[in-house]
């Protein structure tokens, strides 16, 4: 009995301290992922349509997809250690070397998850041109 009762004490201290603030961040990054959506659909609808098929492939094109990965990964690295410190520094009260571990562990993400997400933007760009290709139905 004595056990249920600590059980559901920690289960509840466990909600408090670490479910509210991480339910709490969640939706806050959805809300600032939807603004953010929200506020380009405007600007491309303000710009008007894009052309047929995507992008259109050149310098130009992959100079803007490289400046859009700049912006996006050095906005995401900015955020998530903002996240980082504030749950271990604020929250949760973890000193040490942690901080130092924290940066380089996702700099170290970022270095490989950039490949990934290159590749993957060339070969949509490619399956989107072979679909608007002349001839192809």
């Known amino acids: 009995m004595i056990r249920a009762a600590a059980d559901a004490a920690l289960s509840s201290s466990l909600v408090k301290s670490d479910l509210v603030p991480i339910a709490t961040g969640y939706v806050l990054v959805m809300a600032a992922l939807a603004a953010g959506l929200l506020l380009r659909r405007g600007a ?14 050149g310098a130009v094109g992959w100079l803007r997809l490289a400046g859009h990965l700049a912006e996006t990964f050095a906005g995401g690295y900015l955020v998530l250690m903002v996240v980082i410190v504030a749950y271990y520094f604020g929250l949760v009260r973890y000193g040490g070397n942690f901080l130092e571990s924290a940066f380089s562990g996702c700099a170290e993400l970022l270095g490989i998850a950039a490949p990934v997400f290159l590749a993957a933007t060339w070969l949509d760009g490619r399956r989107a041109r072979r679909r608007s290709a002349p001839g192809r139905r």
Do not use: F, T, V
């Open 44 to 57: 491309d609808q303000g710009r008007g349509a894009e052309p047929a098929g995507g992008p259109q492939p």
